[in-house]
Structures are given as C-alpha cells and as structure tokens.
C-alpha cells in the first residue's frame, strides 16, 4: 500500500511524460492485495501520460491480464517483442551419468548426492578462476547444505585460501531483511564472490561481472530459468 501511494503522489506532480516499469510480470504475478492496489493506482493516474512496461518472463496467458492491469485500450498497444538470449552466454547441461566423478577432489562425495558433488566441483573451479557466481537451488534446506559444504572445502583448500579473501553468502527467505540487504550490497559492489540462494535472489539485479550460474535442482518452469540465466553475462561481458 505504501508502494502505490508513493507512486500516485509521484504521477499528481504532473512532472513525468512517462513511466517505465521494469519487471512488469509482477504486477500480475504478485500478491493479490497488491495488484489490486498497484493496479488502481495506475489506473486512475496513467491515462495521463505512455506507459513502457519491460519484463523478460511475462507468461503469454498474462499479457491481456497486464494490458488490462494498467488500464489502458488494446488499440492503443504497442507491443516490441524480442529474443532474451545473448551471443555472450553458454549453456552447459551437466548430468551425473556423463559425469566422471573421479576428477572431483571432494572427499565427501560418498556421503553425498551426485549432483550435490558436480555443484561444489563448479563452484570451487569458480572460485581458483575468480569468476563471481550465484548457485540457485529449489529449497532453503538445500541452500544450507551447499553453503556449509562449501565453506568447509574452502576452508580445506590451500590452492583457494592461497588467493586471499573468500566471501560467500545464502540467500533466502528465512533470513532476516536486514541480512538480506547486505547480501544484496556486498555481491553488487563486487564484495562476495559466491551467493547460494534460492528463487528470491536477483530478479532486477544489475551486475557485470557474473560470469557463472549455476542452477542445482531444476527450475520450476521456463521462466524462472529465464531470470537466471539472466543474471550472468551482462554488460557485454
């Protein structure tokens, strides 16, 4: 409510000749109370001035919705429409069964789950190499163990600690706000160098130095995967 009521204040100044909303999907993929707030805010106060709604991941059965959402008449839509993908990102599909888990240096592999290993191999190649990475996992549960498994080989691993300082943070939802600000802080001014967090990381995040994602268990649907895979590559890098 706060959020809808600083934006109608902002539009009555008449000072805007248009608004630009980034990550538009959430105004129909949001709470209830809140797009119906949000909506009728940009309702009453967009018929003024064009509106450019921006989104990468808006599912095709809620673009009417968000058309109808924002208040404005079909026929004054303009939609531009283009592909999400860039030439600068890769994309390797690592499987257990093609993978030689006798290169891996884990001693705990046995206790562990296959995929859990080729995850920590990555991320520790990540970490000799520099490369600043996010691991998104599907459960807070698994975000734990991936986090403690990794400090723990850090902490084992001369070749990493020879290297200097190594942060690395989870991310979640049980974690409280104020922790989860300074996660946000430290991995965009270039501070942590691996974040293992579940969905809630990075949507909206800008940094041009992600140079690797890694995605443990899957995705819940193409869209997600989406706003991944998204986060790495920027900045032409």
Known sequence: ANVCTAVGQLLTCNAFERMVIDEAHFIVSSSVSFRNAFSESLAKYTSQIPVTLMTATLRQQDEDKLII???????????????????????????PASYNMNTSENSYQCTQSKSDVICLDRAMLALYMKTRTIIYCMSIEKVNIIYEKLCKLVEQSTKITNKGSIIIHCYHSKIADNQRGIVHQNFTNGTADIIIATCGFGVGLHCNNIGLVIILDGCHDIYEYVQYIGRVARGNN
């Open 69 to 95: 959402k924002v208040g404005k008449d079909n026929n004054l839509l303009k939609k531009y429409k283009t592909s999400i993908w860039r030439d600068n990102i890769k994309v390797n599909i690592v499987t």
